[in-house]
């Protein structure tokens, strides 16, 4: 596990100094969990897992397809707290993506709308 989060480390550090867009992702008008990021489950989970994605990332994508449904069982048992921070590294329709999808937060609708742009 650790030689993924190097590797998509790593990933992202090159592809953002490759192609810098200059455009910034919105702010979320609602509140965030650790870090600035959209939290599903408990605040008393005792284990937090953050995921850094760029919704144009086919890594990503293929992250949240294979590893998508423990989350959710382990968010929905208490065991953990999931948080995802969209980043934009890829281009511009990385940074378009993330900002539909803060504001899709401001409307309570997040994480379906994660599942729309994974999918």
């Known amino acids: 596990m650790a030689v993924l989060i190097v590797a998509v480390v790593a990933g992202v550090v090159i592809q953002s100094n490759r ?5 910034t992702v919105v702010k979320p008008a609602h509140a965030l969990g650790p870090n600035g990021g959209e939290q599903r489950g408990s605040a008393s989970a005792p284990v937090v897992v953050e995921e850094y994605g760029d919704f144009q990332c086919p890594h990503c994508a ?42 899709a937060g401001d409307q309570g609708k997040f994480w379906p709308y994660l599942d729309q742009l994974f999918a």
């Open 62 to 103: 293929n992250f949240q397809r294979t590893v998508g449904p423990t989350v959710d069982k382990l968010v929905d048992s208490g065991r953990i707290r999931f948080v995802f921070h969209p980043i934009a590294f890829i281009g511009p329709e990385s940074t378009a993506a993330a900002s539909a999808a803060t504001a």
């Open 19 to 23: 192609s810098p867009s200059g455009a």
